[in-house]
């Protein structure tokens, strides 16, 4: 069985919730443009918890490249269909279920079309915030996928996502991610037992910037479950 992380406590389980601060308020009357309308739509229904009906409707096909108020719209909507996501998320479950992934997927091409828009409805701490929910997006839908070589692909793109991040969250995600590449069938023994002891590493230099508390129990697992490897790779503690 490939060894996974076994933390008891949920990774970011509120990461959803990051992206609250993109979102102003806009007062201009719904007809007068169906960007505007939609988005006013979007964000009473934010602030009801309403998530549901942010997915029901997709965003308006008038948007395009510098319109004002598209790339806000695009985040809410891959915010909200994130946040569905991981309520079906299992007590101490890292990652929602596989029937998550199709919520997880219209996330990440949701937040990839804000940042291609490009407009300046989302601050730049606002984009730092879409960039920590798309990384954790992929990373769960590595740890979803139906092959290892699948779930590679989408963890090096958490890991290259995270590097938009301050320095202790993007080595939070590389600690993941790495551990993700040292697990049995992800490469030879020692492609596996380097990416063991990078997620150690990465692990351990994250605690020392400091982390939220949530952050540091995983970490802790992260080069717990790193040791373990160590020692079940062939040639590792050499």
Known sequence: MPLTLTTG?????????????????????????????????????????????????APVSDCQPVLEGCAKLYAIYGEANQHLAFASLAPNAFCPPPGANGRLNTAVASYSKSEQLGDASLTPAGKVSLKNLQAQALYCLAENASSIEQGKVFVRQSAEQATALSRADALFWQAMSQLYLARPGAGNDAQRCAAARSADEAARAAQRLGVNSEQSQTLDRVSHDADQLHHLIIGCTE
């Open 9 to 57: 406590h949920v990774l970011l389980r509120t990461v959803p919730l990051l992206v609250f601060a993109l979102v102003g308020c806009s007062h201009v009357a719904d007809g007068l443009d169906p960007v505007v309308g939609q988005l006013n739509r979007y964000q009473q229904a934010r602030s009801a918890g309403n998530w549901q009906a942010i997915t029901d409707e």
